[in-house]
């Protein structure tokens, strides 16, 4: 039988070098985003000796080709690069940067194929981490620190920007690292105030980038500008219309990356988008694919078709204040959602419902007869609640949502939301908001209601923090809600590294925190289909954790290839 103990699985699975899906290296806010982690995109552990040696030789029949440009289509434009600020660009900054190691999610464990090869956490607490550095992992031929070997400092350095950053959309775990040491070049340590179990997770998702100091020094932002030791460099950067990533010549796992160019080509029109997929313009689709377009697409013998559960997280946040302070209107808007018509109407009919945690974290969330019973449709019962409450005649209220120019499926949502809602009395007033301040107003607590596509996740930590009274950033979260006793349950799971212990507990307080009925609202998400030319390769499939994958696969985007090259 497989050890309960999170920590004593991965001390001894992380020298492992195995393959993963994306490093988390997606975003809730464009389908182009999510493509890159639903196409099977990955890697594993390489050799630090000789990385490539495991692979046939390049060329040989069913092997990688060296050489060649992929174009792929993307739904959503780009307004900033920034890893550790701009939420837009998380799709392809891991394509730019190195990352201290990566994260297989289906295993939860380290994969330890970029730029750290070795980690431990010698003490019992697990409040230590130390991770030996790889020799040779080298910045790309631009920038203030070109051809420079990345160093423990540039760790450090990177690591009190991506933990001071305003706009950083996480702070839980940094803001428990007591302090850093770098003994040497190769060589990275930092201790915890306290324990935190999300820590190993974080680490790999896409916002801890590695940025070389020198780089931070000269440039207090990096939204327009890249200088990265990852497979690609930043070549043409025009965020709405079309970026260029160019082969980095001395990568670390070289001769790979193998393509020559990738170039990600915005269209916001999902017809236009598909359209330029379909008659071979792209190489990779953006596009929002529904459940009919993947089969008929499948049927043509042209494409490779992957469906996945969505880790889209769609929810409504509500103000504490008049009238959601009131647990009787929440509980009326509650009961006034028919998420079965939001399934039915959005998402082909395949969606399930969402807790606290939602349900593609199969591992957390809870069952699917328990959150069908809980967050049951009974408009009549949402009437008596606002009538109890002292809305006989229901009320209104203003909605923020985020103003996309390409998907549509945010503003489709917030308008059935907005239909469901005024059949109970409660009449909506959509606003919607440019991204940039969108995001300023969501942060700062702006709204009296907000519709968040919110960020996949597969930590429970993080949607399960929303609810904490110090939120995502450790200093208040954005609705003005506080319950002692859901506190006490996010801070009890965060600290207990015993699986079955910790199911326990988050499975405690997601029921407390559906019997208050927000201040986050969660609604349903469904699978996403995504697709590529049969030409394309991307390795194994990343999203079978049974897989056994090359046992030298690299980070995401290096070992992408097309039988054109």
């Given amino acids: 039988m497989e050890e309960s103990n999170y920590w004593k699985r991965l001390n001894r699975r992380r020298i492992s070098r195995r393959a993963l899906l994306g490093a988390g290296a997606a975003t809730a806010l464009g389908a182009t985003a999510a493509a890159f982690v639903g196409c099977g995109s990955g890697g594993g552990g390489g050799n630090e000796n000789s990385p490539a040696t495991t692979r046939p030789s390049p060329g040989s029949p069913g092997s990688p080709r060296p050489g060649g440009d992929l174009t792929w289509g ?48 010698p003490d019992k607490d697990h409040l230590e981490f130390i991770f030996k550095l790889r020799r040779g992992v ?214 399930n419902y969402n807790g606290p945690i939602q349900w593609g974290q199969t591992k957390w969330a809870l069952p699917q007869d328990e959150l069908r019973s809980s967050l049951r449709y009974d408009p009549e019962a949402a009437k008596a609640r606002l009538a109890e409450a002292g809305f006989p005649n229901g009320f209104s209220a203003k909605m923020k949502l985020i103003k996309l120019t390409g998907p549509s499926i945010v503003g489709d949502t917030a308008v059935l939301i907005k239909d469901q809602l005024r059949r109970v009395g409660i009449n909506i007033e959509l606003n919607e908001v440019e991204p940039g301040a969108f995001l300023s107003d969501l942060f700062s607590g702006n709204f009296q209601m907000i519709f968040f596509p919110n960020l996949p996740y597969d930590e429970p930590d993080r949607p399960l923090s929303f609810y904490h009274s110090k939120g995502v950033s450790g200093s208040g979260n954005w609705n003005n809600y506080s319950n002692a006793d859901v506190d006490s349950l996010v801070d009890a799971q965060a600290k207990e590294f015993d699986d079955a212990q910790r199911k326990e507990i988050i499975t405690a307080a997601q029921r407390k925190i559906l019997t208050e009925h927000g201040p986050q609202i969660s609604l349903t998400s469904g699978y996403g289909y995504f697709a590529r030319w049969n030409y394309v390769h991307f390795g194994a499939d990343f999203n079978d954790p049974n897989a056994t994958p090359p046992a030298d696969a690299g980070p995401f985007g290096a070992d992408i290839w097309t039988d054109k090259g």
């Fill in 74 to 121: 993307a739904s959503v434009a780009v307004s900033g690069l920034d890893p550790h600020i701009d939420i837009f660009g998380l799709g392809v900054v891991p394509l730019l940067y190195s990352y201290l190691y990566s994260w297989a999610p289906g295993r939860e464990q380290v994969v330890t194929n970029n730029l750290a090869e070795a980690f431990e956490q």
């Fill in 138 to 351: 080298n910045a790309q031929p631009v920038g203030p620190a070109a051809g420079e070997e990345i160093t423990s400092e540039d760790c450090q350095a990177s690591f009190v920007r991506r933990g001071t950053a305003l706009t950083a959309p996480d702070k839980r775990f940094p803001n428990r690292i007591d302090h850093y040491e770098t003994p040497d070049p190769y060589t990275f340590k930092f201790f915890m105030k306290q324990p935190f179990v999300p820590a190993i997770r974080e680490m790999a998702n896409p916002t801890w980038a590695i940025v070389q100091k020198k780089v931070i020094d000269q440039y207090p932002s990096l939204s327009q500008v890249a200088f990265g030791s990852g497979p690609f460099s930043l070549g043409d950067f025009v965020g709405a219309e079309r970026i260029e990533f160019n082969r980095h010549p001395d990568y670390f796992l070289k001769p790979r990356p193998w393509l020559d160019t990738l170039t990600y080509i915005v269209i916001t029109d999902n017809s236009s988008l598909q359209a330029a997929f379909r008659s071979g313009q792209h190489d990779v689709s953006g596009a929002l694919l529904t459940k009919k377009d993947a089969e008929d697409l499948q049927k043509s013998g042209n494409f490779v078709v992957n469906k996945a559960p969505s880790l889209f997280y769609p929810v409504i946040h509500l103000k504490m204040k008049p009238p959601f302070d009131d647990i009787r209107v929440r509980e009326a808007l509650d009961l006034a959602l028919y998420r079965d018509e939001i399934i039915t109407v959005l998402q082909d009919g395949e969606g």
